[in-house]
């Protein structure tokens, strides 16, 4: 007994020695473990519910799996080693740390910057969420992982370092994390050679979040922030967010899309344009430190870039949709910052109404899943849940009590066709229910070796991903489970990002259990379809089946003598048509002469 408690003592110092390093909050203990597959096949009721806890707590896990760097001794992903600990050596920085982009081994800074202020901005408006679960301390640890490694990817004012990795050698290797190909260049942008579109998405990260560990709240119905308040660290936040956004305005050479400067990455993250981040931080900016000035700025930018209008899909590339949100919830609180809730009211309401009503480019699967083509084929679930967390997030302060409830009906559709409410009785988190994926697109977590063989080498995924939100069924509903088929199966920061602010809001308001616990256990093996999917992955699946040589000779016969016939057909209807119109001017003749 007593060794158990000394045991158990140590484990705390341990535990209280680390967390001062790397976060602000002790961690639980014992620590929050994934509970096991059959588990989200019961039903719980309770306040906070049982399963809407869990959901948030493996979505947060999930990011601790895809963790770069020193991992510390209380890790909770026992398979995850140390890794690519020499990231940065060729630019004479420490770059090691933060998160793996998706399913290989690269680090990108956009799309972990939108993750991150994606998460700091759902943590401030349903922190309760958090707190109610006990996960308020493992979200300050996963946003500390990831904001850590962002300063030190901005080492001086105008310079931000954008990619650790080489894109081709990492997209051919398949293999765990202590065999990471070690070429791993890293890349940058400068005052000369600039990324508007980089800058400004690291500073918008960077000021919501710094207004979260500010615990700067939105008021009226929203939730308190989570409880992980840090002025110290708020402030160092801060500094960056304000250099950060000098940089993206005044580097001398000029504003352009960060794939100009650095083109290695544009296959993998490339952006659409500058002016949407660009607005976004201002208006971020302004609400962390409190500045009109900042606001009409970015009330400018909207109006000048001519943002206004627009109906396209929410992600890591595009915020416009998220920016009249945003104005807003400012307006609409007890700031003096800013004001013209009435505008940006309408702004938000024209947007979401176009989604509610089924008038925007973005259309409804069978099922019921809201899809954009394009930007749905290869995540088709990413759009909706952004859409969702977007609609949930604004229905607190809708114009009307029948628009807020449209709003809260259309996002919660969508959460549950994520959750098994689709006819492949599948919820698209791994580890949440016996019918989730089982084989997701992950180098680390597949425990192959060699990329020509990964779909059945090894047969089943050596470890469970729990909490990974897969890329989605295709605009057929239909999901195939294939672990190659990255359209569908693969992971990435991203697409967990809205889920997470979800599953918080849920655990706040909603006592009933997630729809996958309604799911017959063993209903998708009943369903699952055959073959190969035509996505991006399977290019060769879109052409449908192939005839040999003789077939095509065949076919080639039937069509000729088809046509043959046809013709004939043709010439005689011609023929006999001629005729009957004769004999009716005959006749007419006839009666005229008597």
Not at 2 to 26: D, K, M, W
Request: net charge negative; aromatic share 12%; hydrophobic share 35%.
């Amino acid at each position: 007994m007593l060794s158990e408690i000394f045991t158990y003592g140590l484990v705390l110092l341990n535990v209280f020695n680390l967390r001062s390093v790397y976060a602000q909050l002790p961690l639980p203990y014992p620590p929050y473990i994934p509970p096991n597959l059959a588990d989200g096949a019961f039903r719980t009721s309770g306040q906070p519910n049982p399963q809407w806890s869990n959901l948030l707590g493996n979505l947060l896990y999930f990011y601790e799996a895809q963790r770069s760097g020193k991992l510390p001794s209380i890790n909770r992903v026992s398979w995850r080693n140390s890794s690519t600990l020499n990231d940065g050596k060729d630019a004479g920085l420490d770059l090691t740390g933060g998160y793996f982009d998706a399913g290989d081994y690269i680090k990108a800074t956009f799309p972990l910057a939108a993750v991150l202020q994606s998460i700091c901005w759902g943590a401030t408006d349903f922190g309760q969420g958090y707190d109610a679960t006990n996960q308020t301390a493992y979200l300050d640890d996963m946003l500390r992982w990831g904001l850590d490694w962002l300063m030190k990817a901005h080492p001086s004012r105008n310079t931000l370092y954008v990619l650790v990795g080489n894109v081709d050698v990492d997209d051919v290797y398949w293999g765990g994390d202590q065999n990471v190909p070690p070429t791993r260049p890293s890349y940058q942008v400068n005052d000369t050679n600039p990324g508007t579109d980089v800058a400004a998405g690291a500073s918008a990260a960077f000021s919501a979040c710094a207004s979260l560990y500010h615990n700067k709240s939105f008021g009226g119905p929203y939730s308190s922030p989570a409880s992980l308040q840090n002025s110290s660290y708020a402030e160092t936040l801060l500094t960056h967010a304000q250099q950060l956004y000098s940089f993206a305005v005044n580097a001398t050479g000029g504003q352009k899309t960060y794939q100009t400067s650095v083109p290695e990455i544009a296959a993998s993250y490339g952006s659409s344009s500058y002016t949407d981040e660009l607005t976004l931080a201002a208006l971020l900016l302004s609400w962390a430190t409190n500045s009109t000035s900042l606001y009409r700025q970015a009330e400018d930018y909207y109006h000048n870039f001519k943002l206004y209008g627009q109906n396209g899909v929410f992600n890591w590339d595009s915020k416009t949709p998220g920016l009249a949100v945003l104005f807003a919830q400012i307006s609409q609180s007890d700031s003096t910052i800013g004001a013209n809730l009435s505008m940006w009211r309408d702004e938000a309401e024209r947007y979401f109404d176009r989604i509610v009503n089924k008038q925007g480019p973005g259309y409804m699967t069978r099922d019921g899943l809201l899809y954009y083509d394009g930007d749905s084929d290869d995540a088709s679930l990413n759009p909706a849940l952004n859409a969702a967390m977007l609609l949930t997030r604004y229905a607190q302060i809708a114009s009307t009590p029948a628009k807020k409830a449209s709003y809260l009906n259309f996002a919660r559709a969508q959460v549950d066709y994520a959750l098994g409410k689709n006819s492949m009785h599948v919820p698209y988190v791994v580890g949440m229910h016996p019918n989730s994926p089982t084989n997701p697109h992950s180098a680390m977590a597949s425990g192959g070796n060699d990329i020509s063989t990964l779909d059945t080498s090894p047969q089943n995924e050596s470890y469970i991903l729990y909490g990974a939100v897969v890329g989605g069924p295709n605009r057929f509903d239909k999901f195939y489970n294939i672990r190659s088929d990255w359209p569908e199966t693969e992971v990435a920061l991203d697409y967990n990002a809205p889920m997470l602010t979800l599953a918080a809001m849920h655990v706040i308001s909603d006592t009933t259990d997630p729809f996958f616990t309604s799911l017959e256990v063993g209903a998708y093996e009943k369903v699952q379809p055959n073959g190969q999917p035509c996505d991006s992955a399977f290019r060769e699946a879109c052409a449908g089946p192939q005839l040999s040589r003789s077939g095509k000779i065949a076919m080639a016969v039937v069509i000729t003598a088809v046509g043959v016939v046809i013709f004939g057909l043709l010439v005689w209807y011609l023929s006999e048509l001629q005729v009957v119109k004769l004999g009716f001017e005959m006749e007419q003749k006839f009666f005229s002469i008597r």
